[in-house]
């Protein structure tokens, strides 16, 4: 077996009014909020099936199913802590994570270290090991066109030291 083990995770999600903009577990002001069966959390999302992509433990679908009731609103920090504990399971630990979310507004470079700081935390590592960036779709295609927001995610995780 191989000393480390890399995934990668990607969501989208509509937007649409009259819900909260989450992402990276930090609520974002906007007039528009993304729609799904959790909170819709798309960099949360993207981090989670990273992690489990790593170790091919297939998605989160697989483990939060979007007809399953007791998902509904669910906060996806929360989500990722319980994929961390499969993580763990398995013997491996979170060496580092890297994320891009792609929107064309709201502006999200003022939340960037509150992002990376929360999700830091859920992941039991340090906020240097959670890379989060934002950039814009340059108006093309349904992000570009302000219709949802898009996260890519990769992970890196290592055995867990004994």
């Given amino acids: ?95 580092n994570v890297d994320t891009v979310v792609v929107a064309e507004r709201p502006k999200l470079k003022p939340h960037l270290p509150a992002m990376q700081a929360r999700l830091a935390l859920a992941l039991g590592v340090m906020p240097d090991q959670v890379g989060v960036k934002a950039t814009t779709n340059e108006q093309l295609g349904p992000v570009g066109r302000e219709e949802g927001i898009a996260a890519h995610a990769v992970a890196l995780l290592i055995p867990v030291s004994s």
């Fill in 1 to 95: 077996m191989p000393p480390f083990r890399i995934g990668n995770g990607y969501d989208i999600h509509r937007l649409v009014p009259e819900r909260a903009l989450i992402l990276g577990g930090v609520s974002i002001p906007h007039s528009l909020g993304l729609l799904g069966h959790s909170d819709a959390d798309v960099l949360t999302h993207a981090v989670m099936d990273a992690l489990l992509g790593a170790l091919s433990l297939g998605d989160i679908g697989h483990y939060f199913p979007p007809d399953d009731p007791q998902w509904a609103g669910a906060d996806s920090v929360m989500l990722l802590t319980q994929v961390r504990g499969l993580v763990a399971h398995q013997g491996w630990q979170v060496a």
